[in-house]
């Protein structure tokens, strides 16, 4: 099993998320986060006091999926999330010991 | 407004006017115009607007979110706290004979003034109840104050900003509004001598022949300088240039500048005090000036720094407001476009470049939108109040007339009025801020100040989200 890290712009989030659904992935933990990469912040200006804002808001979706789900997924992320901008964010791929199902117990893969 | 005021207490009863001026025509005795009364009422709670809850989301929006409520707070407490001063000593203090500087005691505790009372106007036996004057100028008074807590938002104790405000009322306020309007009124004005004698029992700045229609320097200067003494001594915020210190809200910021905009025509057209011809010239032109400031600050912005922002539009329209305060009443339409364009690009100078250059941390302009804007204002009233610049001049209560109009003279007395303001304010507020930094102390502790002073001062927060 993979846990499949995906920070987006927020704006793209309905079109990943939409677009995992389509290929069968039955769920989603999103949070709101702060970052930076290669895409530059931006200055804010009140009165002449001039502040840049480094950390621009993001959305991190984390993912658990089957290993063999796990290239249709990333390929559903990539393209519902790209616009050829900079800063259409990145995707980390890491390996996932355990699942369990809190409400029945299941572990592993029955547990997605 | 400036101000006046005989109090007329009826003594004759109908029976006795009935005897006594049996042969003539019974004379009727003076009262107020019904017009100008509810027009008054109308102003003094418009002006009641612009404090709360105008100024108070003006200023709340530009501090970080968890300062928001210590701004709410501030001006809000430091209004009503006004409010019962003005009755009990500020009132009798700012508008009683007495010298050039303070008025006397006789209505402390608005002692002896009745329904009946009246307050003189700008035109002769014309007068409003004095009960609506005293609410009018009590809203004065408290908005001033109110104003300062912007020059050191964010980082001082509650009960200091109140004690300082206690004293600074007292002695910088209450002396200025009495020096600056102060007068018998204009019934007394019936030949030269009489003139004289009539102006010589005036404040201080009103022999001066200093010009200040609704506050420019009673208002504005006075608390744009307490401001400034008061960021000077208290020092800069925590971070202050190192850290994000953006406003929360700009968005409140536009509401309460708003608010503040749709008031201050109760706060100039009120200060007129009759709703007659001249009251819809200070009208036209505390409109157009705002207008012309807001677009010069945000033309200078666009310009200098690549963008045109809503906080500058806001400050602005501030600024315009301000500096039309003391010319609304003598100022012709294009004059007070004139001087809102200055106050605007002007005051957008003073809080991007002099304050950097100076390097005192006036958290929300307090010193650079009302100082500064209060002084283009009360000098440039001595240029717009011209007639040949299309103001209105100066009337002459002996002649009945516009008395003859020297811009040199009148540039002079005004430049009285502002530097007497700087002087005694200055001076007030830096006695003021010592005597509170030895007994409550006037900064919070570090800790305190990093937390926020909702959380620590008032034990709540703004926002819950």
């Known amino acids: 099993m993979k846990l499949i890290t995906a920070v987006v712009k927020p704006f793209k989030l309905d079109d990943v998320r939409e677009a995992l659904s389509d290929i069968g992935v039955s769920g989603v933990t999103v949070t709101e986060v702060k970052g930076f990469g290669r895409q530059k912040g931006h200055t804010e200006l009140y009165r002449g006091a001039e502040y840049v804002v480094d950390f621009l808001p993001k959305a991190k979706i984390e993912v658990a999926v089957a290993d063999t789900m796990l290239e249709q997924a990333v390929e559903a992320i990539t393209k519902a999330a790209n616009t050829g901008k900079i800063g259409d964010g990145k995707i980390f791929v890491t390996d996932l010991e355990q699942v369990v199902r809190i409400r029945t117990g299941e572990t592993g893969e029955e547990a997605l | ?465």
């Open chain 2, 1 to 465: 407004m400036k101000q006046f005021l005989t109090t007329f207490i009826l003594l004759v009863l109908l029976g006795h006017a009935g005897f006594s001026f049996a042969e003539t025509a019974v004379p009727v005795p003076p009262a107020a115009n019904k017009g100008d009364t509810a027009w008054m009422i109308v102003a003094t709670v418009l002006v009641i607007l612009m404090v709360i809850p105008g100024l108070a989301l003006f200023y709340g929006g530009m501090v970080r979110a968890k300062n928001m409520l210590s701004m709410l707070m501030q001006v809000f407490v430091i209004f009503s706290v006004m409010a019962i001063l003005w009755a009990i000593y500020g009132y009798s203090i700012a508008f009683t004979e007495g010298n050039a500087f303070f008025g006397g005691f006789d209505k402390v505790f608005l002692k002896g003034i009745t329904p009946d009372s009246l307050a003189a106007t700008f035109s002769k036996a014309v007068y409003v109840p004095e009960y609506i004057y005293v609410a009018f100028q009590l809203t004065f008074a408290a908005i001033t104050p109110a104003l300062i807590v912007g020059a050191f938002a964010e980082r001082v104790k509650f009960s200091a900003v109140l004690l300082f405000m206690f004293i600074w009322f007292t002695f910088s306020y209450l002396p200025m509004a009495h020096m600056v309007w102060y007068w018998t009124g204009p019934d007394a004005y019936t030949d030269a001598a009489a003139a004289e004698a009539a102006t010589a029992t005036a404040g201080f700045l009103f022999q001066k022949g200093a010009l200040d229609f609704a506050g420019g320097t009673v208002v504005h200067i006075n608390a744009g300088i307490a401001g400034l003494v008061g960021c000077l001594m208290i020092g800069k915020r925590i971070g202050y240039r190192k850290e994000s210190l953006a406003p929360h809200s700009v968005t409140m910021t536009m509401i309460g500048a708003s608010l503040l905009w749709v008031g201050w025509f109760g706060f100039n057209v009120g200060s007129n005090l009759e709703a007659n011809g001249l009251a819809t010239l200070v009208f036209v032109n505390t409109l157009l000036a705002s207008a012309a400031a807001t677009l010069a600050w945000v033309a200078a912005e666009w310009l200098l720094r690549g963008k045109p922002s809503m906080l500058g539009g806001a400050s602005g329209a501030v600024a315009g407001l301000v500096a039309i305060t003391p010319a609304c009443g003598w100022a012709g339409p294009m004059g007070a476009i004139f001087l809102g364009l200055a106050a605007g690009a002007i005051c957008f100078w003073s809080v991007t470049m002099l304050k950097s250059a100076l390097g005192y941390d006036d958290s929300l302009d307090a010193f650079g939108v009302h100082g500064i804007g209060g002084i283009v204002g009360a000098l440039g009233t001595g240029i717009v109040a011209s007639p040949s610049l299309g103001g209105t001049g100066v009337w002459d209560y002996v002649a009945n007339g516009v008395a003859e109009y020297n811009m040199l003279g009148q540039i002079t007395s005004q430049a009285w009025g502002v530097g007497t303001c700087i002087i005694w304010s200055g001076a007030v507020s830096f006695i003021a801020y010592k005597i509170v930094d030895m007994t409550v102390g006037l900064r919070v502790s570090e800790e305190v100040e990093r937390a926020g002073l909702d959380v620590s001062e008032h034990g709540e927060t703004a926002y819950h989200i």
